[in-house]
């Protein structure tokens, strides 16, 4: 407190001074948060809410670029989608001209009409793969591999992708070679003894595409082929890898001493077990064997053909043949294509030919192992029935492929849009949270400055005040 009747210390002034300071750094505050709506404008304001809300800032801003990216992405997507459509409509295209070649009435003319339009078609899917592209980034070529989408805010919240090659000269049937239990030497097959050549109880291991795997266990040594490949077939779901049964074998005839010089009878049959009746064959020439086969096919299941003095024997579903061969010394013999003279009881076992749309690999029998080639789209020829026949099989394949990635794609789009949302929803709570934090309260802040401005305008009142008792002592000097 100033000495009464001091006219150089004025403590009611200084008072109202530092009042007026304060009230108008206040004001000063209000103001600003009411332009700028923010109840934060400077680290002086608030430190630790500053703080929270620069991190609730970048996550914010992290949001909303991954939300753009997801969706750049959701576009690159549905690019590769459209384009993968395009190519399988072509390639159902050459499906509907491979069934129409099989059919055996064209020309060699119209076949190769045919098999020129195959080549126009097989390249056109090709064009397409080559020339997709999203922002120059080609899509369908084999080149997009391992491709990450950044689809979050943070470090390592990202999805990859791989897109597959598309070319014509990349899809189509992948298969091993037709797998067979025949133990002849030479060109063709041969039929194995009566005890069989596979192991008993062996496990044939079948690793698919996509690294899913099965066990299909031999059950038998005179297994059939149709055995194996139904097997496969059940397993098929996990592996992504089917299977294929044939029968066929070509054995070298030689005349007999006899009128009758061909007996022997043939079966069809499965490991041990009896699939079609048996026929007994008596007759004096390659022709006549050929005749009385075929003409009791319906019973037997077995086709037969010859050519160039062989004998060709089929089993269309894969089921082994059985063969019973009576004396040679009387009789024409059957031999093994470079191999021994048939006697007594023989099997004629299968071919098993394993198949995907993707690389595969078999392993755990030598009689069925191996890689899968790839006999592909760009090299389908329509020219022939048995051509146009593969190629029906190899568009098939093709056309699972392409389907495939397809979904596939499809799989990441959802995953994709699904984390849009996710982003979108996040994006909203953080976007509240930040709110809370920085902005400022309109209302309060109002009545919180009309107040301050009050006191501002009582406060220069006051220092009015202060200064009148100061002059009355000016009027006691002489």
Do not use: C
Request: aromatic content about 4%.
């Amino acid at each position: 407190m100033s000495a009464v009747g001091s006219i150089l210390t004025n403590s009611g002034a200084l008072s109202a001074l530092n009042s007026i300071a304060a009230t108008s750094q206040t004001n000063n505050t209000l103001q600003s948060e009411l332009a700028s709506g923010l109840a934060i404008n400077s680290p002086a304001d608030n430190p630790a809410g500053y703080i929270t809300a620069q991190g609730f800032t970048s996550q914010l801003n992290g949001l909303t670029q991954a939300t753009s990216n997801a969706n750049q992405a959701v576009s690159l997507l549905q690019t590769a989608q459209s384009a993968i459509g395009q190519q399988i409509s072509v390639v159902q295209q050459l499906n509907s001209i491979a069934v129409q070649a099989a059919n055996g009435t064209q020309t060699p003319a119209e076949a190769q009409s045919l098999q020129t339009l195959v080549g126009q078609l097989t390249g056109q899917v090709s064009t397409i793969a080559n020339q997709t592209q999203f922002n120059n980034i080609n899509l369908l070529n084999g080149s997009f591999s391992g491709v990450q989408f950044q689809v979050g805010a943070n470090e390592g919240q990202t999805l990859s992708l791989s897109i597959g090659n598309t070319t014509s000269s990349n899809i189509g049937m992948y298969a091993t070679a037709k797998g067979s239990a025949y133990t002849g030497t030479g060109s063709g097959s041969a039929a194995v003894s009566a005890t069989g050549a596979f192991t008993a109880a062996a496990a044939v291991k079948i690793t698919g595409p996509t690294g899913g795997s099965g066990n299909v266990t031999i059950s038998a040594a005179n297994e059939s082929a149709a055995a194996i490949a139904k097997a496969a077939d059940n397993i098929s779901g996990k592996t992504g890898v089917q299977a294929q049964a044939t029968n066929t074998a070509t054995y070298s005839v030689a005349s007999g001493t006899t009128s009758h010089a061909y007996k022997f009878s043939l079966q069809a049959s499965g490991s041990g077990s009896t699939i079609g009746g048996a026929i007994a064959v008596n007759a004096s020439s390659l022709s006549e064997v050929v005749s009385q086969i075929n003409q009791q096919t319906s019973t037997s299941g077995i086709v037969a053909s010859s050519a160039s003095g062989n004998l060709t024997l089929s089993q269309q579903n894969g089921q082994n043949i059985k063969l019973s061969v009576g004396s040679t010394t009387a009789s024409g013999t059957l031999t093994q294509k470079g191999g021994a003279v048939l006697t007594g009881t023989n099997y004629q076992q299968g071919q098993v030919q394993f198949q995907s749309s993707g690389a595969f690999s078999v392993s755990g029998s030598a009689k069925l192992a191996g890689a899968a080639t790839l006999n592909s789209l760009a090299n389908i020829n329509v020219g022939t029935t048995a051509g146009a026949n593969n190629a029906i099989n190899v568009i098939k394949y093709a056309l699972a492929g392409l389907n495939n990635q397809g979904g596939q794609l499809g799989a990441v789009q959802q995953r994709v849009s699904a984390n849009i949302n996710n982003l979108n929803a996040t994006s909203q709570n953080v976007t509240t949270a930040l709110g809370v934090v920085q902005d400022a309260n309109i209302p309060q802040v109002a009545n919180q400055l009309t107040q301050a401005q009050i006191q501002a305008q009582s406060g220069v009142a006051a220092l009015k005040s202060s200064t009148q008792l100061q002059q009355s002592y000016l009027s006691l000097l002489p």
